[in-house]
Every structure is written in structure tokens, then in C-alpha cells.
């Protein structure tokens, strides 16, 4: 169960990532989770949003340079030891971890995971009873 993630990148100066949460709320779509990396130059932000076809194209259309990328959302329940967990499953089938972000909501919380291998982590994980989150469940979050 792969969801889309859009990546934004961004010059890291004043004002451009304004502009791209601008871009997003003028055209209705709603940003669920949202990571930002930066090196002195540049920044890549990363967005879990309700409609990431759409808003890549938006963003494409307002001069951004934006592109989907396919990612793992584990549902994990609050408990202590859940992340050690998710990260002991990938350890053992051999996957690494990209990079990582928190999505979370009053009901439950779920770590975005760009991973080495998706559909070996997919496997690893739903055998080891993670709970992965589809399309449908991500984009509506409220």
C-alpha cells in the first residue's frame, strides 16, 4: 500500500515557502503532513495532501519544480516501543530507511517512510502486523 507524497523543491529564502502553502490553500487542497530539509541553498519540502495529483500540477503551473513520489504511511498505536519495533522489522529484511516524518491526528499517529525496497518493507511490515494506511485513509485525515 504505496501513497503519494508531493516534493517541492525550494529555494531557501524568505517568503518561497509561503508561497508554496499559498498555492495549496488557493486551490482547496488540504496538506495532511508536511516535512521540510534544507541545506543553505536549497530545501526539499515534502507534503502528504488530500489531492497530490492535483496539487502537483498546481504547483508545476506556479513555477515550482514538484513531483510525486510513491511512500509507506505505518499506522503505529501509542505505545512505548513502536517505533523501535517498526525499525527492528526493516533491520531484519534488509531494508533501510530514506528518511522518515510523523503524521499524526487525536485518534492516532503514523510515521511516512521512504524506504530502500517498498514492496519488501510492505511484505516485512503487514507480516509483523504493522498497520499500513492506503490512499483513501491518508488523503482524509482530519
Not at 504547483?59 to 510525486?68: P, V
Request: hydrophobic fraction near 45%; glycine fraction near 4%; aromatic fraction near 8%.
Amino acid at each position: 500500500m504505496l501513497i503519494k507524497q508531493v516534493s517541492v523543491f525550494i529555494e531557501n529564502k524568505e517568503g518561497r515557502l509561503e508561497k508554496v502553502t499559498e498555492t495549496i490553500q488557493n486551490n482547496n487542497i488540504n496538506i495532511i503532513s508536511a516535512s521540510l530539509a534544507d541545506s543553505s541553498e536549497y530545501g526539499m519540502f515534502r507534503m502528504i495532501v488530500s489531492e497530490p495529483e492535483r496539487a502537483k500540477n498546481v504547483l508545476k503551473e506556479a513555477g515550482f519544480s514538484a513531483k510525486l513520489t510513491e511512500v509507506i504511511a505505518v499506522k503505529l498505536v501509542k505505545k512505548v516501543g513502536m517505533l523501535h519495533e517498526l525499525f527492528k522489522v526493516l533491520v531484519v529484511a534488509d531494508i533501510s530507511v530514506e528518511y522518515m516524518y510523523v503524521l499524526s491526528t487525536g485518534d492516532f499517529g503514523a510515521m511516512i517512510l521512504k524506504v530502500s525496497n517498498s514492496d519488501k518493507a510492505i511484505k516485512a511490515l503487514i507480516s509483523n502486523n504493522f498497520e499500513l494506511l492506503n490512499e483513501t485513509e491518508t488523503y482524509i485525515i482530519n
